[in-house]
């Protein structure tokens, strides 16, 4: 029996191994190193599909439940409540994790040649914010879900501080880096003192000055897309014949990963079809309408994320919403997506500067400001986190890599 290090990402997921007396990441869809963190349950096939795979029988258009961003739910209320599969079942959200985690478990043990009972998980440095309780409940939650899947030894590390010891190994001085892991659901920063002497030892407690984290990121950045690029062809914040704004939970609901099903109801597509009275444009209700009816739903947060995607590096793309309506299209542009985001931006920054501070330490003290996590691709986002930090030196990671090889590497410390 052989051990794990597991990244449970919001968007992507990695499994590392060990190799000789290193870690390697081990394929987990195909050649793919990485595996996007969905699963759909084709109801058409009777098949459960993971990853891209998943991904693509959706937009296929097979009859089914895509789930996304699974993480961020733990240590909510809805963690432990049913989901509908659309086929007459359902199935607790925590089951839905546990089978996704078995999955890589799968993949991995393939690889290994050998079972695998010993794991290291990440977790962010919040699951949840300000609230400790919660916070505690995911990270049980997570833990459950990895023990029912066969895992009997079990331990987590924090995600920046497992990018720290990525980081570390290409180190031939000692030096002070503020780690800012930016991924789909939170965005983390830990402050560790780094250096070659430093990693011989197994208890880092003491080079660790400070983590912080909120809950916001990636997924969040799509919303804003959503809400404020995409949505108003639907009706958003249009007006009523007396002047008022719409009812915009609908829209709240359709931008919002494990919302989006809810809107499917028999009683939601109902209450819809009663306000066909208050669109001045009917054109919007019956895109909206379209939407709900076709379940097109995380389709448009899928077109959402490909166009912040798209403009990430700044340019401008066009949104094709050819699916809803003939030749819908709508140009989009870096600077819309800043401006859309700039209170997320601005609560990604300050939660940067608190880990600073929350350490005793002034910024211009740190050595280096080191980049990883999907997210750590929008270049304003960086960018702005750099300006916090003048005198850091930015180092960008693997995005998607970093906190995978840096859990192998405490895995290897844990049980090598």
């Not at 432990?80 to 607790?92: K, N, P, Q, S």
């Not at 709900?292 to 490909?306: I, K, S, T």
Request: proline content about 4%; aromatic content about 8%.
């Amino acid at each position: 029996m052989t051990f794990c290090a597991i990244d449970f990402g919001t968007s992507n997921s990695a499994v590392a191994l060990p190799h000789g007396e290193r870690m390697r990441l081990a394929p987990v869809e195909g050649d793919h190193l990485t595996l996007p963190t969905a699963i759909f349950f084709n109801n058409d096939e009777n098949t459960r599909e993971y990853g891209r795979a998943a991904l693509a029988s959706y937009i296929d258009g097979f009859d089914g439940r895509l789930m996304r961003s699974m993480k961020s739910i733990l240590g909510s209320p809805l963690a432990e409540t049913t989901t509908d599969l659309g086929d007459g079942t359902g199935i607790a959200y925590t089951d839905v994790i546990a089978q996704f985690l078995r999955h890589l478990k799968q993949k991995a043990e393939t690889c290994a040649g050998a079972p695998i009972g010993r794991a290291v998980l990440g977790r962010p440095v919040f699951f949840v914010d300000d609230d400790p309780r919660a916070d505690q409940l995911a990270e049980t939650q997570l833990e459950a879900a990895a023990r029912s899947v066969g895992f009997t030894d079990v331990h987590f590390q924090y995600e920046p501080i497992a990018a720290a010891f990525d980081y570390e190994s290409r180190q031939t001085d000692e030096r002070l880096v503020l780690v800012a892991d930016i991924g789909g659901g939170t965005s983390d920063f830990s402050l560790v003192r780094v250096g070659p002497q430093r990693m011989r030892e197994l208890s880092r407690k003491g080079d660790v000055l400070a983590h912080h984290g909120v809950h916001v990121a990636g997924t969040d950045y799509d919303r804003r897309v959503e809400l404020s690029s995409i949505m108003p062809a639907f009706g958003y914040r249009a007006l009523d014949p007396e002047g008022r704004e719409l009812p915009n939970r609908i829209y709240f609901d359709l931008a919002t990963w494990h919302l989006i099903n809810t809107v499917y109801t028999p009683k939601r597509l109902g209450e819809l079809k009663l306000m066909r009275h208050l669109y001045v444009d009917a054109r919007q209700f019956e895109r909206l309408l379209s939407v709900v009816e076709q379940r097109f739903g995380h389709a448009l947060m899928a077109r959402a994320e490909e166009a912040k995607i798209g403009v990430a590096a700044g340019g401008q793309t066009l949104i094709d919403l050819n699916d809803v309506e003939e030749d819908l299209q709508l140009a989009f542009d870096a600077a819309q997506l800043i401006e859309a985001s700039v209170d997320d931006t601005a609560r990604i920054v300050d939660a940067a500067r608190e880990t600073v501070r929350l350490a005793g330490i002034a910024p211009r003290e740190v050595g280096a400001l080191y980049f990883t996590g999907g997210s750590t691709g929008l270049a304003f986002l960086s960018g702005a986190l750099a300006d916090a930090f003048p005198d850091a030196q930015p180092v960008f990671g693997d995005r998607l890599a970093s906190v995978a090889t840096g859990l192998g590497i405490h895995a290897q410390r844990l049980f090598g």
